[in-house]
């Protein structure tokens, strides 16, 4: 069976799950970049699991990053890899694809597919034209210590999730219809209010076709430029990255590394030519987007607002403002942007306010704020910013002395993709999808050496 397609940038992957006897609730455990400022939480992970095998000994979370035994911990990794291929507490499931089904304590069903990529198709860069693209600008800063970590290892196990944009659901939704053809091969109870979750085995060569048909019919270049409405030079965007594009940028870095060291045959095939991710529809019922709010402190608040006009007149847009007695009647009043006028609110000191571009100059409202208060923060080194979850905690926060806050609407799914193809990166912060605890659990692996 073909396993590779390059054209979309897809490879069918060998895939490694622990054996039946490993307890897979210890085995899985959530993204090394959740809870980064509770050690707590993983140190309740580390005692539950105690001696029995998991992948939190092939990972390096976040909040130890910045610790003394960095290097130790790194070594300890690449034992506890090796350790699980040589014992046999990996099983090869040889070429297939894994169809999962994921239950939350918020979403009963999100469903995703897991294959791998080409890195050959991606690049991270803002301006980038290639088939797999970040959606947030890359901090290339946070790229070292994992290179560190990866170069080196045997496997790859990633909580990477990337996004598709098929609103007629023909990629993975249609695979639920046809369960029974396909091996359950994980059903647990994931750790830590993770939820449950369920994942099938899909090796048929006419499953994998189908499912390959449906992504190259998204990657029709006519199709593509109808969808988006595009007339310019713009190439095809078939996936978006959702979660872990730094952990996908440092598979990139490695795999340019070793391109320096391999002939021109042993590129084309060398494991780390291609990285494991799940695949999610975006138009999934169960993937919500929750927008991030700001509030800047230390601040004068009406020297801002008058900054905040006067950025807005040099970029040819018209800052409006309409102003309400509470926060209330400011939410009651909110208005729908189009593509004339992008609203957003304004809290401090008592002033309840909706704010309007007129002529904005980018695809989105946020794009639009963020521009400014990135420019602001240069120019007041004073100033400082935190990016914030709910509207009522930046209503509390925005109108105390010397701060501001700002909220913003509830991104629409159907502008993701195009604002990414039109503008390039989003701004960071842009969107939220999910709590802590539903974020990717690591459970596959795949050899990289």
């Known amino acids: 069976m073909k396993t590779f397609f390059p054209s979309i940038g897809v490879k069918v992957p060998e895939i490694y799950l622990p054996k039946k ?4 609730k210890k085995w899985a455990v959530v993204a ?15 005692k539950n699991i105690g001696e029995d095998p998991s992948t939190y000994n092939i990972i390096f979370p976040e909040v130890y990053l910045g610790k003394e035994n960095k290097q130790e911990r790194i070594i300890s990794i690449q034992k506890y890899m090796n350790t699980y ?3 046999g507490i990996l099983e090869n499931q040889w070429s297939c694809f894994i169809l999962v089904d994921r239950q939350t304590s918020h979403t009963p069903s999100r469903k995703g597919l897991i294959v791998a990529f080409d890195l050959e198709q991606y690049d991270y ?39 598709i944009d098929d609103p007629e659901k023909t990629v993975i939704e249609p695979l639920f219809a046809n369960l029974d053809n396909y091996t359950k091969v994980y059903d647990t109870d994931l750790m830590m209010n993770g939820g449950h979750i369920q994942w099938y085995k899909i090796a048929d060569e006419e499953s994998i076709q189908t499912i390959l048909h449906h992504l190259e019919s998204l990657a029709d270049r006519e199709i593509f430029k109808q969808k988006y409405q595009i007339n310019q030079n713009l190439w095809v965007l078939l996936f978006a990255m959702w979660d872990g594009n730094h952990s996908l940028a440092t598979a990139k870095a ?54 905040m006009k006067e950025y807005f007149a040099k970029q040819w847009s018209t800052l409006t403002m309409e102003t309400y007695t509470n926060f209330e009647e ?26 309007g571009i007129q002529n904005p100059k980018f695809n989105l409202e946020v794009g639009n704020l963020q521009a400014f208060l990135d420019e602001y923060l240069k120019k007041y080194s004073e100033a400082k910013i935190d990016y914030i979850h709910g509207e009522d905690i930046t209503e509390q926060l925005g109108t105390k002395e010397q701060n501001i806050g700002f909220t913003l609407p509830i991104m629409d799914k159907k502008a993701f993709f195009k604002t990414v193809i039109v503008d390039g990166a989003l701004p960071r912060k842009t969107f939220s999808m999910g709590e802590a605890e539903e974020k990717r659990y690591y459970l596959e692996c795949r050899k990289i050496k």
């Open 32 to 46: 090394c970049d959740q809870y980064t400022s509770q050690p707590e939480y993983r140190e309740t992970v580390q």
């Open 85 to 87: 291929l040589q014992d």
């Open 330 to 355: 400011m939410k009651n009043n909110k208005k729908h942007s189009d593509a004339t006028t992008h609203y957003f609110c304004i809290m401090y000191a008592g002033n309840y306010i909706i704010a």
């Open 125 to 163: 860069s803002v301006s980038s034209q290639t088939l797999i693209r970040a959606t947030e600008g890359t901090i290339l800063d946070r790229l070292p210590p994992r290179i560190e970590i990866r170069k080196d290892a045997p496997l790859e196990s990633p909580h990477i999730m990337v996004l």
């Open 254 to 307: 490695i795999r340019e590394q070793k391109k320096q060291e391999l002939n021109d045959s042993e590129k084309e095939d060398n494991p780390a030519r291609f990285a494991l991710v799940e695949l999610v529809n975006i138009h999934d019922d169960w993937l919500a987007f929750e927008p991030i709010h700001r509030v800047v402190f230390n601040i004068h608040q009406e020297n801002m607002i008058n900054d």
């Open 21 to 24: 006897w490993v307890d897979n």
